[in-house]
């Protein structure tokens, strides 16, 4: 089977930084068009730096980066410094890149590579706050009907939420654009905090990162180090949600997840439960199912796909 085409659309992050690894050590099943970075965890000019580190760490400086949006559709940017650290990829001590980013605006390409592909055949997979595709889908609506799927990390229904008590902080950030791409009607597979958080890099896990005794590996390992102490604080759990390598994990071997085709419409009037995922998990409603709402994986063996693909690199 030829590989998937998609385009990643990030806000690097450690966790993201992981999931464009993942995919950039897979060719075989996963062909990236190009990488665009949105502002989220961090603002813009980081994501697209450290987007470019990553790609550049993963030995793979010909991947085409693009900056897009630097703040929400409708509101503010907030950002999770408290998270990532202020650089947005503390831990490791990498170089700068010296790898350029595109001219071309990042919604542009998201646009123009809809419109040069057949229908049905660019997959795009979003790990961050949903602005850039938002903005693509309102700029050119023709490309919606173009989309083979959006695979994406984001929304809460039982976890409930890690930015707000009500919401997760991809869809929190830019609620509008959310709404948007879950109204668009393209065939959508959210991997929400229901499921990311049992994807936890616990100590022997990321041990196994370390001992691949590769660049790559290490720092993996010291990403994890820096960015768990976020969810051991909070949740106590027993180490740090993988989030985002769920979305390259599920290109690679969707076998690995299972979930329900549900309803999930997003909260965008008040300000109380701002950015929630009401998601009809139950079906009490008579909404009309738009989304893959994954709640389940198998977490040792996700790590072990992630552990074999990243000593590729
Ligand atoms: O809530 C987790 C999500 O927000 C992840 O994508 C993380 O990288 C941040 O963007
Ligand atoms: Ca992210």
Not at 15 to 21: E, N, Q, R, S
Not at 118 to 136: E, S, Y
């Amino acid at each position: 089977m030829s590989a998937r085409k998609i385009i990643i659309d990030t806000d690097p992050g450690q966790d993201d930084a992981v999931a464009i690894l993942l995919a950039l050590a897979s060719p075989e099943e996963i062909d990236v068009l190009g990488i665009t970075a949105v502002a989220g965890n961090v603002p813009l000019a980081l994501t697209s730096k450290n987007a470019r580190i990553v790609c550049e760490l993963a030995g793979k400086p010909d991947t085409k980066v693009f900056e897009g949006c630097d703040r929400p559709m409708g509101r503010e940017l907030v950002t999770a410094e408290h998270v990532h650290g202020k650089t947005g990829l503390n831990g490791p001590v990498l170089p700068d890149p010296v790898m350029e980013v595109e001219d071309q605006h990042a919604v542009d390409f998201i646009i123009d590579t809809l419109r040069a592909h057949d229908a049905g055949t660019v997959t795009l997979c979003p790990l961050g706050p949903l602005t850039n595709i938002g903005t693509a889908f309102e700029k050119a609506p023709d490309i919606i009907e173009k989309v083979q799927e959006i695979v994406l990390m984001g929304g809460a229904y039982f976890e409930v939420g890690n930015i707000t008590p009500a919401a997760e902080f991809n869809i929190y950030v830019d609620p509008q654009a959310a709404d948007i791409v879950f109204k668009s009607g393209v065939p959508i597979v959210v991997m929400p905090l229901d499921v990311t958080h049992k994807a936890l890099v616990t100590k022997p896990r990321n041990d196994a990162f370390r001992n691949l005794g590769t660049k790559v590996g290490t720092a993996v390992a010291e990403m994890t180090d820096f960015f768990e102490r976020f969810d051991k604080e909070k949740y106590g759990s027993d180490g740090a949600p993988l989030h985002d390598p769920c979305v390259t994990a599920y290109l690679i071997q969707p076998e690995l997840f299972s979930g329900r085709h549900i309803n999930v419409e997003i909260e965008t009037q008040s300000e109380l439960t701002m950015g929630m995922t009401v998601a009809d998990w139950w079906r009490v409603t008579d909404r009309t199912p738009n989304a893959m709402f994954i709640g389940d994986v198998d977490a040792d063996g996700f790590f072990s796909l992630l552990v074999e693909r990243l000593s590729r690199l």
